[in-house]
DNA sequence: TTCGAAGAGGAAAGCGCTGTCAATATCCCG
DNA sequence: CGGGATATTGACAGCGCTTTCCTCTTCGAA
């Protein structure tokens, strides 16, 4: 492991000072040709790379951007990222992600997360949903630029980035009845959870505006998890109520009620019609493609990256509204007369 | 944006030396209780955090190890990701990822994102997969702590964690040739990439060893993603070629497969039996659940990290080998006597 | 009471880089 | 050919923190 080239190597190499050096790397100030060819001749032969740290300690800016969420692993979140890269491509800032999966129980460890950014001095947070208290999300937007996606925190409106779910699953649930469904259920999404709060609102909104009864029977909570859409659906089978279609809060707990409709002998969308929310890539794939409220996640995180960066400038996020749509593909159909 | 206070601040408000604050904060020396008590009230008082890009700069080491690979978005890589961001939970080490999706054509360009690591001074490299040259990689192991998930790079064998493709497809094939199919698709990965080699080469070898013939036109190429396993198998069909069983070289593919399975009415696995490699998280949740080679690419991620923390603890990394299984779910069957 | 050892804490020298400031060199015009 | 303007360059002071190195106490033993 030989030693890594500095600054002051590539100067003495090249007869000139640090500063000149410097210069040539940041472009920063006339340097004379033939100095110049000297120092790029020398970096050259080092094969020598600047040392962003230095530079971040001098600057006092890391180029880095912090990304805070729950978990990297789920599709929804890696999505998100992907977006997030994307976006920051061509400027110099690195994202610099960091999860709490592990520990999500508490709270106290997302705090300990977002410290753990912090500490590392990045020059702006990207948060994604995540469940840190909206007082402490606006402490920190006190100290540096913030946007926040998929979640909207009192105070911090143009900062935030996130759908109506609502309308989305308003949306969805209109469209079921459009198709003659009655006895709709809805699995629910983590209790306390204000994307599941809303997904739940607009579901019985959309049931109340068509006049139709809402069951508690057919409202199971699960945890936005794909085994916990096959437990709902357990669930709502063992206690025999009926059912001709499913909204589920999110694809994941789709997927997994579809499994257990599947399970049990049911065909989808025949027998009963399925609609998730989110529209993750493989919900394109599953059998049959599924029908389901899109949040465009890589956009999204594509989108904030770009606001972050219009901060970073100084200049306002422009953060776009984004139009909720329902993707509509083979999972839910027309009921059944005889039924 | 009031400033963000320094060790410098704590050490004049405690009215001690900056050496002090410095060896409360790191426990490296011996200090007078009466003083730390102070030092300790003027942290919390101003809510102070050291700035580790300062630290790292004097230390020498950042305390971040670099993550390369081609995109972050896709579950397998993201998943491996996860198991990154676990096994370095509890060390002060945090992941630095960098993604090459955008530009994956050039070659050229995964060798700009692993400068973009190097330039940030992180401490060591873990490379999932990525077709940067085996040169360029021995290399930097040369220069800094590697690991290597998902490939084996020759000369640097105990840093290499790598399931045995080769005699994973062997497996998936066989089993399928144990259920009665002699007719056997293949969707086969990226032409040129090592894995998609490896596992076309277990599918032929299974084949051989089974005295089965190989047929040219049941082996297509795709490049692991969902979309082209739906375009092989509309291929496939459009050849008017027979085939019972289809072996794709990843899950994604399989999916795709299955898809265009069905949008041409086969049902699965009654008419078609399908088999998948990496055992996605997703994959028991596909309609049917797929039966699949596993690759344990969360345990793989983690393991790589711990590996990592052990080189930087100039310890040997002590990769394990890790086995291949096959995991049996719904998606292939024996093959039917009437078929 | 005196001396040495050990304990505490401050001063200062960087880590690798940038940017200001002043000095030197170069150039134009009258 | 002189004077002032302009272009280049080097010296140097940090960025915020760690880590010798060294001084100053304090305390026990002789």
């Not at 340097?31 to 971040?56: C, F, Q, S, T």
């Not at 025949?270 to 998730?276: F, K, T």
């Not at 909720?324 to 005889?338: F, G, H, N, P």
Request: aromatic content about 6%.
């Amino acid at each position: 492991m030989n030693k890594v080239s500095t600054l002051e190597d590539i100067a003495r190499e090249a007869g000139v000072s640090a500063s000149t050096v410097s210069r040539v790397l940041n472009g920063s100030k006339r340097v004379a040709d033939a100095k110049r060819a000297l120092v790029l001749a020398a970096i050259a032969r080092h094969d020598y790379r600047p040392n962003l740290v230095a530079r971040g300690l001098v600057r006092g800016r890391s180029m880095t951007i912090g990304v805070l969420m729950q978990d990297i692993g789920s599709p929804f979140f890696a999505s998100m990222v992907s977006g997030i890269e994307r976006g920051l491509d061509h400027a110099a800032y690195r994202p610099m992600f960091a999860s709490t999966h592990w520990r999500s129980e508490h709270q106290e460890d997302e705090a300990r997360s977002l410290h753990l950014l912090l500490e590392r001095r990045v020059d702006g947070v990207i948060v994604l949903a995540s469940s840190i208290p909206d007082a402490e999300l606006r402490a920190v937007a006190a100290q540096l630029p913030l946007v926040v996606v998929a979640r909207s925190v009192p105070g911090l409106e143009t900062q935030c980035l996130a759908i109506d779910n609502v309308e989305g699953a308003y949306r969805a649930t209109r469209y079921l009845i459009g198709l003659g469904h009655t006895r709709i259920a809805h699995l629910a999404g983590t209790p306390g959870h204000p994307d599941a709060a809303d997904r739940l609102t607009g579901y019985r909104r959309a049931l109340a505006d068509a006049g139709l009864p809402e069951n508690p029977n057919l409202i199971v909570a699960g945890d936005f998890l794909e085994s916990s859409g096959l437990r709902c659906v357990e669930q709502l089978l063992a206690n025999g109520e009926q059912f001709s279609a499913v909204f589920a809060a999110n694809d994941q707990m789709a997927y997994g009620a579809m499994l257990g409709l599947y399970n049990h002998g049911y065909r989808i969308p025949a027998d009963v019609s399925v609609v998730g929310f989110d529209d993750q890539f493989l919900s394109a794939y599953t059998l049959p493609p599924l029908t389901t409220v899109r949040q465009p996640s890589f956009e999204m995180g594509e989108v904030a990256a770009q606001a972050m960066l219009r901060l970073l400038n100084n200049e306002a996020p422009a953060l776009p509204q984004i139009p909720v749509d329902l993707i509509i593909r083979k999972s839910a159909v027309l009921l059944r007369q005889s039924a």
